[in-house]
């Protein structure tokens, strides 16, 4: 079996002034190879491209103040700050035709329909306290184009392949975006214990070393499905 | 054509009902940082012109919902019109989440959750008479504000402590014990 590794970069703490190729070039070029493959936080992207936004900012709308209240509290979207940021780029009336549409799907026994119809940022928007100081008390969005930016970083850096990933130590890892040629539920699985590790250890980029070679010995049905 | 408008609004009215129940039902946050359960303020540090004093005192949201303290800090209210040998920089921070930054890093409240708060204050004795000026000073008010955000809004709320001429005087009292005994 292919001895896969997974290193955590450290880098500083990345803003809206960086630019993510720049950072890629800065703290990965030197350490990939064209047999691996390069992993980045997709709130750390988020934050880069500026998609944060503080609840100070908002202003709810009755709306908003409505339906928040009938998400379970903890959710991104349990407060009306949530939900207005929510909203202001997914659209009002999607976002309450999404409620609705999701509440009757419940109601007949098939959950997660809201976050199906209301989105893609739905799932991806982060509340207050979600990412590290000092963006803990942002609103963080989804990223921006997060499959061209994969594409670039991989084409920028020669190597395998790179996928955006929302990964937390509640042993989930999402794949936001991924170039041709990575699996990712494959990638999930690396990624499961987040070695992006917690706000304070700054790793939000994460090298898998010798992915390809992983790849190729996946079973052919397993490349099938990607 | 008037029953059916009848009807509908007797509809939105129940609707509004029910959310309003549903709302009472589900509860609020209620923060509370309880000032008065604060412990009294110890000497942790001493310098050749300043003191540095810390308090502790719990919060918790004894609310039925979770909400989120997204700051707290502490306003010291010593003007120099009441007294001005003595400038007083003031942090707060968690118990277990000790910064040297004065940062307060966003933290989640679940329902009838808490923690402590400390409270620190530096005192900088602004001239040479360092022992003399810090016996002098009065009680001083410190206003801990702090930022919650919940289900319902965004708000800013603020409980007070006191710093008293006492504590100054039982911390430089207690310095004082200390070099006697070495």
Redesign the interface.
Known sequence: MTDVSLIPVKTRILTDKDDVFAVMDEYVKDQIGPDDAVSIAESVLAIIQGRIVR??DLKPCFLA??L??FIP??GSL????GMQSLMDVEGKWRVAGAFIAGAVMKVLGKPGWFYRLGGEQTALID???CTM??F??HIVYGPDKPFEVAREIKRRLGCYGAVVADVNDLKRARIVSHTDGMNPALVSHLLIDNPFGNASQKTPIVIIKNYAKLREQMPAKAAADN | MLEFLCFVAALIVLAVVA?KL??IR?GKSVPVIYTDRRTEFKATEFKEKSMTVACEMPYMNTGK??C?M??CFARVQLPQEQFKGVRILARVEREGERRDDG?F????M?AQKGGKLIVTLDLEVQNDDVLETLLAMPDVNVDIFYQI??????YIDKRRIVLTAREVREAIEAKGAMMDND
């Open positions: 609840p100070e103040r409505t928040c209240m509290e903890g349990a407060t009306p700050y509340d207050v306290t100081p000092p803990d008390k | 959310f549903y709302c589900l919902v979770l989120t997204m700051d940062y890093e966003a933290v989640l679940p955000v919940d289900k319902e809004s965004l």
